[in-house]
């Protein structure tokens, strides 16, 4: 294994890594016949897709336990290759629930276009190994061995192990001095830790429904909830399996992200469908089995765990932003700013709901404004005008572009938006 034992100041977790190439391994695994009981079930299928030859093509999307029905779910974007998939695991068609996906999940690194023929990937967390410094990111960025570089283009370190398929998990030891591994994860100036980092206590794991958010240099410091634990998503290199999704944004180059959930760290950033102007789901890669894998010690603060209860108010919405507003400013929502195409997104006919809340001594409005797909201007659909800052909508709308606007009228402070759309 090529170890690096040169030391250097990590900075803060985040930092973008132009990687060359893209490793892919072949795991084995052999299905078991004739189950019906989910997660043995589910099992069979995750031996079947990582087996050579499998016919979990990427039609067949994701997979997994749903606890609510007590049923196997798999989203395919092609039913007959759902079916041939189960039938090849010897899965009594019953036992499964076949659902349509109107796309499939790809690992989210940057293409040639970005950074000409490196990919971009985010380097999550930082840890040490053997006492020395380490980055946490994953798998399926670059194979060991790899040199990265900095988003300069700078050499930066070597990515010393890998797993990916199967799981999507790696790390890099810094290629120069003076290391010092920081624990916590940039917030784009919205965390309460110098600079407006969040602090990283420990990695405890929190259930599903909690809130979670990401923290990545492309789409900054999005939030949302755990969807679903231990999913199954096939790549083009390969099935993933024991996945967490959620529904937090992502863009290209996002991959290796951390999530948090309070000042837990939860894990990495995977892949997902759609991407923060569209919406879409992400998954990632938890956290603890790529720490017990790699023997990787991850950098906390030392601080009491805060896991936070199951989300009320604007936090339960599966799009969750929290911003900061100056008293007569504007922010064009999800992405604060004017003119930005991820400042809007696309949805069919159907309900928008919005909630709003901010500081007590202020007095923030809400609007959602809607344009035609092919062109048009923008207008006020809905709003939401209290004396306060606590605002919500509820608008039944028709296809097209939508935005939500946040007026600052008065009074200075943090400010959390949830929506859900169509």
Excluded at 18 to 32: Q, S
Excluded at 59 to 80: G, K, Q, T
């Amino acid at each position: 294994m090529l170890r690096s034992r040169k030391r250097r100041t990590l900075g803060v977790a985040l930092v973008a890594l132009a990687t060359i190439g893209v490793g892919a391994t072949t795991p084995a695994g052999a299905g078991e016949r004739g189950l019906t009981e989910p997660n043995d079930v589910k099992a069979a299928l995750d031996a079947t897709a990582l087996a050579a030859g499998s016919a979990a093509s990427t039609d067949v999307a994701a997979w997994y336990v749903d606890a609510s029905r007590d049923a196997v779910v798999v989203e395919a974007r092609d039913r007959a290759a759902a079916e041939a998939f189960v039938a090849e695991a010897g899965v009594a068609p019953a036992a499964v629930e076949i659902e349509a996906a109107t796309a499939s999940p790809r690992p989210l690194v940057g293409g040639a276009g970005y950074y000409g023929t490196t990919d971009i990937c985010t380097a999550g967390f930082e840890a040490t190994h053997d006492g020395q410094p380490a980055m946490i990111s994953v798998g399926h960025c670059a194979p060991a061995g790899s040199l990265v570089y900095a988003t300069s283009l700078v050499p930066m370190g070597t990515v010393e192990e890998v797993v990916y398929p199967g799981s999507d998990m790696g790390w890099i030891s810094p290629d120069s001095a003076e290391a010092e591994p920081t624990p916590y994860v940039d917030g784009h100036g919205l965390g309460p830790g110098p600079y407006g980092w969040f602090p990283v206590a420990g990695s405890a794991e929190a259930p599903v429904g909690a809130p979670v958010c990401l923290a990545s240099q492309r789409s900054a410091f999005r939030c949302g909830l755990i969807e679903q634990k231990n999913v199954s998503v096939t790549y083009e290199e390969g099935t993933v399996t024991g996945l967490t999704r959620t529904s937090v944004c992502a863009e290209e180059g996002d991959s290796g992200g951390g999530f948090l959930s309070g000042n837990q760290a939860q894990g990495v950033l995977s892949g997902g469908t759609g991407d923060c102007s569209t919406g879409g789901h992400t998954y990632f890669q938890p956290l603890n089995p790529l720490l017990s894998e790699f023997d990787l010690e991850l950098a906390t603060t030392g601080d009491a765990p805060d896991l936070p209860t199951t989300p009320s108010g604007c936090e339960a919405y599966p799009a969750v932003y929290p911003e900061q507003m100056v008293a007569g400013n504007s922010d064009l929502m999800p992405n604060r700013y004017f003119d930005d195409p991820k400042s809007y997104f696309f949805a069919p006919a159907g309900t928008h709901t919005a909630c709003l809340s901010g500081p007590a001594d202020a007095d923030y409005d809400l609007q959602l404004q809607w344009r035609p797909r092919t062109s048009g201007s923008w207008t006020t659909v809905a709003k939401s005008t209290g004396p306060t800052t606590d605002e919500s909508i509820s608008h039944q709308g028709q296809e097209g572009y939508y935005r939500y606007l946040v007026q600052g009228l008065s009074g200075s402070g943090d400010y959390l938006l949830g929506y859900d759309q169509p």
